[in-house]
């Protein structure tokens, strides 16, 4: 079989989500399937680190795809014209765009559709693009693929496509998220949280990421047990945060709260590792990743009761209403003095995290990628 993949987010040193997800998928399905030809579709100069094997060729399209404009252009010439040069079996976009133009079978991840319920969260430059374009890929596309049940079910209503066609494959986490040494713990704390005590978030510094209930929260929680504990945001600021900014200057307790911006690779899974508790509230996600890298760290989890938070989190995190600032203070208070509960809820997420696994979403990516070729 011969696989054409949009591998435009295979970025050197610059992996994040729909670059990571395409890693972990892709890698294991041409590792696991020697006897096929995928064909990598890239953007720019690409890395060899990203060529798993010999049974991967890459090919260059022009131009750099980071523009409305610029989308258009690639996936609806460069791309399609590609395509029907190769003629390969099946085309996968595991980041929820697709050529409308190109006449190949076609597999879609849709990690969530927040563009179309939240436009108002999305640059101006980019809006009227998602908002026109994706209902017309997710109409396109022969098959979907997508990350939670609650994403497939809202893919159905929302978009009115049959619920036959889209399969529900989770994301599994990295290897280096794993439990480390008190030692390597106590060295984190002190170079991040002054030798204190951290609740940890990480992600985008985003409107729908709710940093500023986040941050009231803590702040309330600190005033009313005097907590000498840090909260630590990682992640780059994104599109309207002047929220977030608004939330940090009028906290009270804005010395124990710290922005550290993009966080590399290297030193996220330890940074995960050494929290006391992880934050997730977030308004909208279709699948909470960092919940799960938590888990395989041995930290318990605070999460919204929201979207498909409580889905993928089970019984194996503290689930608060993410629109009641005072409910988030108790949540980071009872995490932080309840020993007990911290326990409870690491040895719960031991067993949930096991339900979910890059191997066995690749398996069934490859799966569907299969059956839309009609092989």
């Excluded at 064909?39 to 798993?52: A, N």
């Excluded at 939670?148 to 929302?158: E, G, K, P």
């Excluded at 208070?333 to 339900?355: P, W």
């Amino acid at each position: 079989m011969k696989i054409a993949v949009n591998t435009r987010f295979l970025l050197p040193g610059r992996l994040e989500g729909l670059g990571w997800y395409t890693h972990e998928i892709v890698r294991r399905m041409v590792l696991a399937h020697p006897e096929d030809e995928f064909l990598f579709l890239f953007d720019r100069p690409f890395s060899d680190e990203f060529i798993y094997a010999e049974n991967v060729r890459p090919v260059v399209l022009f131009p750099p795809a980071r523009h409305p404009i610029l989308w258009h252009w690639w996936f609806e010439w460069s791309v399609a014209r590609c395509l029907k040069k190769e003629r390969p079996d099946v085309f996968f976009s595991p980041d929820s765009y697709l050529s409308l133009s190109a006449k190949t079978p076609t597999v879609m991840t849709v990690h969530d559709l927040v563009p179309l319920h939240f436009p108002e969260q999305i640059p101006l430059k980019h809006r009227h693009y998602f908002l026109r374009q994706w209902p017309k890929f997710i109409r396109r596309a022969d098959h979907i693929v997508t990350i939670s049940n609650f994403v497939a079910q809202d893919i159905v209503q929302t978009c009115g496509i049959a619920g036959d066609r889209v399969t529900v494959a989770y994301n599994g986490c990295r290897e280096n998220f794993k439990p480390i040494s008190d030692l390597e713990k106590s060295a984190i704390m002190a170079q991040y949280a002054d030798g204190k005590p951290y609740f940890l978030y990480t992600g985008a510094i985003h409107p729908r990421k709710n940093i500023p209930r986040l941050i009231q929260g803590f702040d309330q929680f600190v005033d009313r047990t005097g907590a000498d504990v840090r909260l630590l945001l990682a992640g780059r600021f994104a599109w309207k945060t002047g929220e977030v900014t608004e939330a940090y200057e009028n906290a009270r307790n804005k010395h124990a709260i710290r922005f550290l911006g993009y966080v590399p690779e290297a030193v996220l899974p330890a940074l995960t590792a050494s929290a006391q508790a992880f934050a997730y509230l977030s308004l909208s996600e279709g699948f909470g990743l960092p919940m799960l890298e938590s888990m395989h760290c041995d930290v318990p989890v605070l999460a919204a009761n929201a979207s498909c938070l409580p889905e993928i989190a089970g019984d194996a995190a503290l689930l608060v209403n993410p629109l009641d600032v005072s409910a988030i203070a108790e949540g980071l208070n009872l995490l932080h003095s309840d020993v007990a509960l911290r326990s409870q809820l690491i040895e719960k997420g031991r067993i949930q995290r096991e339900k979910f696994s890059w191997d066995q979403a690749a398996a069934q990516i490859y799966a569907t990628l299969t059956k839309t070729a009609g092989k």
